[in-house]
């Protein structure tokens, strides 16, 4: 499967889906202007790899901040692997600066949301 390398810009994350490697990363600042088109990719990778997925699955969400509109594609994406989940092993981390309280309730209220065990992450 083809990895997917979305470069961070101002206004979106860094991201990157890689089978091969077994890294599944979306890092930095999130607040494209349109959330579903910029998410859409990464969605329907998701989709394809849970296809033929590794056996265990590490996703990384190293957010900085993320707006409402990318909250809920956050979550579309919790979904996809909440289904993987029921078959594979999947590992989520989630990182949080240990001044930001904010990150810290979304990943817990994620977690809650989907049922998924979340690695919380202080940095």
């Not at 979305?6 to 490697?21: E, N, Q, R």
């Not at 997925?53 to 190293?62: A, C, G, I, L, M």
């Not at 994406?77 to 993987?84: S, V």
């Amino acid at each position: 499967m083809e990895t997917l390398h979305i470069k961070a810009t101002s206004d979106t994350p860094k991201v990157l889906m890689d089978s091969v490697s077994g890294t599944f990363e979306i890092a930095d600042r999130c607040f494209p202007e349109d959330a579903v088109r910029f998410f859409e990719p990464i969605i329907n990778w998701i989709k394809n790899y849970s296809g033929a997925p590794n056996q265990t699955s590490n996703f990384n969400f190293k957010l900085e901040y993320f707006n409402t509109s990318s909250s809920k594609q956050i979550f579309k994406i919790l979904l996809l692997l909440q289904e993987l989940s029921t078959k594979n092993e999947v590992i989520i981390s989630w990182y949080y600066s240990k001044e930001d309280s904010d990150m810290l309730s979304s990943g817990e209220r994620y977690s809650k949301l989907t049922g998924l065990k979340f690695n919380m992450v202080e940095v």
